[in-house]
């Protein structure tokens, strides 16, 4: 179910910073981690659980998120969407960006740098959706207040769940989605080579993460 406004609102939410903020705090923990290793030893029966987990995560957040853009894909700010993944909470991409920032910390084996990554991102995006409520709640009024109301504002509720019979989605938003998805999934393959590379030696190990 959508709901379109016919009342002039505020401005949108300008995003750009947080992408910023986002990108460079990926690419700093990337750094880090490639010149440390997991405090659990690399092929051991523990590393390797933590590490399925953490790829397992990473998977829930790529296909959450292309689950959350087939309803809002194209509609986003223009209409208040509230079925699927939006009716379980307002913010289902930003949970599942934070789930996949904590699954890749796993996937490196450290539970501290999960837990580190998980909440740097909880943290943006808890900042970011605040920002976003306060447009459409000028937007959609009572009717954003009511789905406000009732509707998480991260943490999915799956007793709250609604559907639509049919609905149409944007290719183009679904596409870029995908596109982005991959960049978590080709983090694997990325990390086990950073692991090959630390146990031939060619990599230099400054600190231990536990």
């Known amino acids: ?108 084996g450290s539970v501290l740098a999960a837990a580190m990554l998980g909440l740097a991102s909880f943290l943006v995006f808890r900042f970011t959706a605040r920002k976003e409520a306060e447009y459409l709640a000028g937007k959609f009024g009572a009717v954003y207040a009511a789905y406000a109301e009732r509707t998480p504002s991260f943490w999915p509720n799956p007793l709250l769940y609604r559907d639509e019979a049919q609905w149409l989605f944007s290719t183009s938003a679904l596409r870029n989605t995908f596109r982005d998805g991959l960049y978590f999934l080709a983090l694997f393959p990325i990390i086990e080579a950073v692991e090959y590379f630390r146990l031939s030696g060619d990599l230099p190990t400054l600190f231990t993460v536990y």
């Open 1 to 108: 179910m959508a709901y379109t406004s016919l009342k002039s609102a505020p401005k949108a939410f300008d995003q750009h910073k947080r992408l910023i903020v986002v990108q460079v705090a990926a690419v700093l923990a990337l750094v880090l981690l490639l010149f440390s290793k997991p405090a659990l030893a690399e092929g051991s029966d523990g590393h390797e659980i933590v590490e399925t987990i953490g790829f397992a995560m990473v998977l829930i957040c790529f296909l959450g998120r292309l689950w959350s853009i087939l309803f809002v894909g194209g509609r986003k700010n223009d209409e208040l969407i509230v079925s699927g993944p939006f009716s379980m909470t307002r913010n289902p991409l930003y949970f599942f960006s934070t789930v996949g920032a904590a699954g890749i910390g796993l996937m490196f």
